[in-house]
């Protein structure tokens, strides 16, 4: 088979103009919730896209943690197209194989006790909004409160937004479901002490990605565990951004059982798919029929794209290469000396950068063939696609000196001409390359 990435043009070459024609006819048609597009893609292959002149850029974003086996991925291309060329969508009224097979397999993978049960949604954040109506179904008499943290992202629907801590998303859209409150981020004597019989649930992510990509301390889930389970609250535990292999383990809260997991971004390897687990009977039996539901969650193909993609993972032992290419970078990015600190667990990666350059450094970034984003002045985060091989990474690393040197020139008045420094990425990780990128 030859390599369809070897059919791309290398980064920074152009072809044709035509991506100013289509962003004009985004600007006339679709609504401006998202702002200008940076690019019009309109193809990609491994950890590779191309946009509509032809340019090529390394994705080090993967559809913000989505593309866990980059694009156009074989197995998952076969999956999906012998799914929908065999049985698409059913209807809730009916079930498939694939679908009874996928929530099998994310019970096993959660280390689940028996009478767990799965819900599948379309996203992270319906995921969180069928968590957020099981907190509410554990509510009685004077227990009404349901916790998150100070930074949270949960989502931007009505009732994960009511999660959500950031102002900005949420004062535009208010009143919210009541009831929430948030906590001061990683404080263990103060989640301790909110939490009493009038907590209904406590809602957390192991890693806030979008706050910058905050880890919580040691101690923080096991201590939130022990205070939920005292008072009779629920455990809910927000995976949509680390789960399923992001931080190198199928799940960054792995040895703390809660009682209910929301999963999407990785799990269907960029078909829209999310879920809910419940751990045991007591969680899973808190929405009956009729409680809830979903048109497309879990429909056969999404759940084929899904099973495609825990199957890669696995057989490829990617969580293996997803740990070494991951310190790999974040020792590399440390020794920089435009960085302040690295953050993240595998290939979620946040970098604080010593000056409030990083919307520039995105842009210069992009500019030099390199996909990132920015979650605040001065933090870069890598989500890359978990296929990334240290090779890839390499070029990052050898690249982000020199852009970052550019933004700050550009931002002193100082003329960018004078010498940019390079630096030449060490020893790459020994384990660099196990996974076959674009290989099923």
Known sequence: MSNPESQLPQP???????????????????????GAPQRVLVRGSGCYVQDADGKQYLDLLGGIAVNALGHAHPALVAAVSEQLGTL???????????????????????GAPQGSKVFFANSGTEANEAAFKLARRNSGPGRTRILALEGAFHGRTMGALALTAKPAYREPFEPLPGGVEHLPFGDIDALVAAVDETVAAVFLEPIQG???VRMLPAGYLQAAREAT?????????????????????WFASEGVLPDAM???????????VGALITFGGGPSGLLAAGMHG?????????????????????????????RA????????????DSVAEVRGEGLLIGIELRDDVAPAAVAAALEAGYIINSTGPATLRLAPPLILTAEQAGTFLAALPGILHSVRTSASGTSPSAATPSTTPSTTPSTAGTTTEGKP
Not at 18 to 34: A, P, T
Not at 263 to 269: E, F, R, T
């Open 210 to 212: 979008e706050a910058g």
């Open 229 to 249: 389970r005292a008072a009779g609250a629920l455990l809910v535990i927000d995976e949509v951004q680390t789960g399923i292999g992001r931080t190198g383990k």
């Open 88 to 110: 698409g969508h059913i209807s809730n009224f009916f079930t498939s194989p694939a679908q009874i097979q996928l929530a099998e397999r994310l019970l096993a993978l959660a």
């Open 12 to 34: 920074g070459t152009a072809a044709a103009d035509g991506q100013g024609e289509w962003l004009e006819r985004y600007d006339s048609s679709l609504m401006g919730v998202f």
């Open 325 to 336: 290419t991951g310190e790999y970078l974040r020792r590399e990015l440390a020794a920089m």
């Open 294 to 322: 979903t048109t497309f969650g879990g429909n056969p193909v999404a759940a084929a794209a899904a099973l495609a993609t825990l199957s890669v993972l696995e057989s490829q032992d990617v969580l293996a290469s997803v």
């Open 262 to 272: 929301t999963l999407a971004k990785g799990l269907g390897g960029g078909f829209p």
